[in-house]
């Protein structure tokens, strides 16, 4: 089994900055596309960045200039680096995962989320 564990959301004031890490673990051959997805209250989730294990990177418009994605394929962990947020950057953020195990192939995978809320 692979499980991915999310850690550093919190309460941050508009304009501060948080750092989320997600690492996988288990029977883990490779790690493909790691991402982060966020969902607000009644809305749909939605791609924040992602990268992929050679560290291509893609990132929602709306987040461009302010949230850095990066990896360690030696940790199996994906970050993500949030600075200048704004208060419509409140979700709960969920990260996700391709990952290769020879038992089962290529599955994807997702973490249980942390809750981001940016207010003052």
């Known amino acids: 089994q692979v499980q991915l564990v999310e850690s550093g959301g919190g309460l941050v004031q508009p304009g501060g900055s948080l750092t989320l890490s997600c690492a996988a673990s288990g029977s883990i051959f490779s790690v493909n596309t790691m991402g982060w997805y966020r969902q607000a209250p009644e809305k749909e989730r939605e791609l924040v960045a992602d990268i992929t294990s050679g560290m291509s990177t893609n990132y929602a418009d709306s987040v461009k200039g302010r949230f850095t994605i990066s990896r360690d394929n030696a940790k199996n962990t994906v970050y993500l680096q949030m600075n200048s947020q704004k208060p419509e950057d409140t979700a709960v953020y969920y990260c996700?995962?391709?990952?290769?195990?020879?038992?089962?192939?290529?599955?994807?995978?997702w973490g249980q989320g942390t809750q981001v809320t940016v207010s003052s």
């Open positions: 996700n995962a391709d990952v290769f195990q020879l038992a089962t192939r290529w599955s994807n995978y």
